[in-house]
């Protein structure tokens, strides 16, 4: 293996007196591309450096010749970079304390179950309070502190729903402290978990970012699309990792893999034997009349312990006694729930009245609060305070200990707390305060922390900060406050999507707006302009997330409300952001209509700039579709319109130039826009624009990977902040294609991987048929598995018929391939050759000769 020396390279350059301006222009490259050797990024992981193209040959003479560098000190023996052993032992990370039950019995079977070394999903499935949590704990405690042989994680979305902060904590644990930026943190989770070690990571609570299947939701289907891509590939398989989630509802993002790659551990009640000896442990008398008592509320778990714990304490344990409860008022639909609320309720009342607010006040805060809090609400005295006024935080803290004892809250952290679920719901309807009225109070203190008119904050604790007073602000009734929060000092999607590439906690935080997490049922508090910008932002951000379909969802809503409301200019936006979408998904005819209407509409309201972008999207249509005359048509149609092309507008001119074979022409048209764009802090255009200049700099008679790489670098910066799900795609084309044009056939197979996966799950049709060429492409060069490459590319191409370029690659690629069979090679052939005509494809040559190799 070789290894270029960049470390002698920026010693000579230091002892020449030279900077890297300075240097690259002495060796004839740009200074991005220096800087790509002085820093050692051209030396690969597994092959090293390697010289196969005529611009590496040429440049490496020049390094020599310039500064005065013998090529035998340049291009060194090295040895493979591998990567450094796992630690002796991985003590295990704690994230969030999992609460434990006070007392745990039975449950052998599933915990068997669990601490079998099974890879893939382990989804421990029940209704609200069966004991998921309460086993896993038992589970994870099992495991002891370690040293373990691999790590251990341990999340809770009870506790904390923000993903981006799951992957930030879980990536730097399994990565052993590593620093990775936002947008590559999901993909360097998974290699973390694939590297070798049996690692194990636990996801508690995963329903809170779950559909319901209520409210226009798919029932079972995980909200956000990195985790949902996580647990999608430790189901296909991570290595020796396997994940432990707890749930209310099934995953149903897995259910291809049930039985294989997902285990599904459905817990039900506890039998009489197993409930009575709970019943025991809480203090209750031994006797025959406590199975009976198991039964009456079907062995649930937390309704036997809520009955242990208050006989226990408030009835002397006598188990007779606490038959009395009266468990059968049809307050609920769910029976479990039901009979639990009797059992709160007769709770309640036997509680101190300190005791019983201090309870209802936790309730209101999902995610648990901490002493401080709450004793904030005890010194706002009046309704608020309720029986705690006067307390003070080291009062409160031991009625909160007690309040453990007794199970009916938990400890989070060292002074944070938590309620169940089923207890919260209870407790809250026990408040005699307005709940806005509590969270005032914290909106008030979080209002101190921050200076409201600073727009635009960058940090994340900032970040944080305004999230958590927005949220405040919004449960304290003042709806309009909270949607301002969103659109001036977080600066909506502008500045948190555009510009921060915070797509996570921009979709988190417009989803609080609207009822049951449902975009059409945005709050009536705000006046229709606001909701229809809320709903517009949330497809913007699920867009850039990889949720086509919720993006698609959320244009037409917004569509549908611009209609209504007479805003066709509005409407025209909402046709167009559809339509893109759509193409992203592989609907070509439908985006073709959906531009047509949006062009339609902007020009009936003599707005010109929104034809021109419709026109120009128009265009990258009929380019997909083969109609390149009309595309061109379109193009100009544009123009004539008084636009110059800016953006995405002239990005899609690029591409259908570049696909044309018109290089200069698709170089300058991106190379005008790349000041505007920086200039603007479009960082995630600027990001697409790169993709295609790596695409450029491959294009040609003389391939320059070196320069591609050098804007893969640029356009990965956007991404590793980010993981712009689209501009993701496009790096891993590109990074497979650089491959391939160096022969690094292993890397190239890596990133096809990485991209076809991506791809498909994220229903990025046109890229999944790309992904697939690309595959052959490669197995072509390799000479091998080419038979079943082939027929997966036509497959996926023949899929999507009406994406001309991608099926004309597909039937030229499997022509190639079959060309010892003679009859499928001609047949794919002659077709290819037709459809590449009616293309103007750049190599309809090669087509055409591989078709008189086969006798066409």
Known sequence: MLRFNHELLARVR????????????AVGVDVRTYRRYESGAVNEAAEGFVVRNASRRRLLGAMCRELGIAERELVVAGRPMVQEAAPAGWRPGHAHTLPRARHFVGREEALALLRERSRGVVAVVAIGGAGKTALVERFVAGLGEGPLAGGLFVW????????????AAATRYFTGGAEVPAGGRPQALQEALASGPPHVLVLDGLEVLQGSGLDGSTYGRIGDGALRRLLMSAARGLGAARVVVTTRFEPTDLQAWDGAGLTTLRLGGLSPAEGSTLLERWGLTAGASLGPLVERVGGHALSVAMLGSYAGTFLDGDGER????????AARDDVQARRLLAVLAAYARALAPEERDLVARLALFPAGADVELLARLAAAGGAVAGALAGLDAAKIGPILARLERLGLVARAAPRRYTAHPFVAEYFRSLLAAPPAAIHEVEREHLIA?????RPGPHADERLDTYEALLLHTLRAGRTGDAA??????????SHLGLQLGAMSRGARIVREFAEGGDPARMTTQLEAGRRARLVYDWGLYAGALGD???????????????REAGNLEGLTTSLRALAYTERLAGALSEALQLCEAAAEVAIRVEAPGDAARALALKARVLHDLGRVEAADACFAEARALGDRPFARRSFWAAEHALGLGRVAAARAEIEANLAGLHELGWAGHRAHAET??????????????DRASDHLMHARTWTTATGEVEVVLRCHALEAQICLAERRFADAERALRSGLVLAET?????????????????????????KETAAQALSAAQARPSYAWGLAEALHLAGVAALETGTEARAWLAQAATLRAALQHPQLAATQAALARAGG
Request: negative net charge; proline residues 3%; charged residues 15%.
């Open 14 to 25: 230091t002892e020449l007196n030279l900077t890297q301006e300075a240097a690259a222009a």
């Open 156 to 167: 809770s979305f009870y506790d904390d729903t923000r993903v981006e902060a799951f992957f």
């Open 322 to 329: 606490a038959q009395a409860i009266a468990l059968e008022p």
């Open 449 to 453: 922390r921050l200076d409201v008119h």
């Open 484 to 493: 301002s929060i969103y659109f001036r000092s977080l600066g909506g999607f």
């Open 548 to 562: 086509l379909a919720q993006a698609s969802r959320c244009y037409r809503i917004h569509g549908t409300w611009m």
């Open 692 to 705: 295609i200049l790596g695409a450029l700099a491959l294009a040609g008679d003389e391939p320059d990977p």
């Open 762 to 786: 994220c229903g990025f049709g046109l890229f999944a048929v790309d992904f697939n060429n690309l595959a052959l492409t490669r197995a072509l060069a390799v000479g091998s598995g080419v």
